[in-house]
């Protein structure tokens, strides 16, 4: 039986099947034989990875089938093309797909600019525009497989949500100004008051317990936050777009 070629590349771009969906198609294959062509782009595989891994396994004949394509870069959007017909994607994995489609269209657009027009091509409108998913949304999870490609693994895979991954990252990159514009208030504020007034204690107190409140509503509200704001601009701002939060005390 006939070696076929695998590209890291081309593979690394089709969505990894589950246990349960690659045993479901092996059990398949095993029982009815390999119905469907493993297509090839100039000798390489560039769809059916998983039927040919099985069918070498089991000793299985296939059927080859050859794609004709201009380019690597041309077959690579015929794989994301072809992936992106399957009904079981993640948002996760349509964005990264989409993304990538998006790339590598820019890609041919700089270097056929008469062919492709001469409008550039904008990555996150494109990608929102092909799977039809918020380019906010496209941001968080570029921002997040920048930040954490593990997580952002996780996020492919239906692990954690967009939502919640992009919470995570912001969290695990909360502004330094802020940490430490806390750390000096607190520090001012917990000095030793004057304890034969009061009223200086309540005071004081007072404040500790606004800051506190105000560091908790900087924490909830994460994702909005800038790198490098200052403390006092991060509420203002906060402030602005979400109203009077009950109980900030600012």
Not at 122 to 150: C, H, L, Q, V, W
Not at 163 to 176: C, L
Request: aromatic share 6%; glycine share 6%; proline share 4%.
């Amino acid at each position: 039986m006939k070696t076929l070629t695998i590209n890291p590349y081309f593979k690394r771009l089709i969505p990894p099947l589950s246990p349960e969906e690659y045993r479901g198609l092996e059990e398949s294959i095993l029982a009815h034989g390999c119905r469907d062509a493993i297509k090839l782009w100039r000798g390489v595989i560039i769809d059916g990875h998983n039927r040919y891994e099985i069918c070498q396994k089991h000793g299985i004949k296939y059927v080859v089938k050859q794609i004709r394509l201009s380019s690597k870069k041309d077959a690579a959007i015929w794989i994301i093309e072809n992936q992106q017909g399957r009904r079981n994607l993640t948002d996760g994995t349509r964005i990264r797909l989409a993304l990538e489609k998006a790339e590598l269209l820019k890609a041919n657009a700089k270097k056929n600019p008469t062919k492709t027009g001469s409008k550039p091509i904008n990555t996150r409108k494109t990608a929102a525009k092909e799977t039809g998913i918020s380019e906010g949304k496209i941001y968080m999870f570029m921002k997040i497989r920048e930040m954490d490609p593990e997580l952002a693994q996780k996020v492919e895979r239906g692990e954690v949500k967009i939502s919640t991954a992009h919470r995570m990252v912001n969290v695990y990159n909360k502004p330094v100004e802020v940490e430490m514009k806390m750390v000096e208030v607190w520090r001012d504020l917990t000095s030793e008051p004057d304890i034969s007034k009061p009223y200086c204690v309540r005071a004081v107190m007072g404040d500790i317990d606004r800051i506190e409140r105000m560091y908790r509503f900087i924490e909830d509200k994460c994702e909005l936050v800038c790198l490098g704001e200052r403390f006092e601009g991060v509420v203002r701002r906060l402030m602005a777009q979400v109203g009077v939060v009950e109980g900030l005390g600012v």
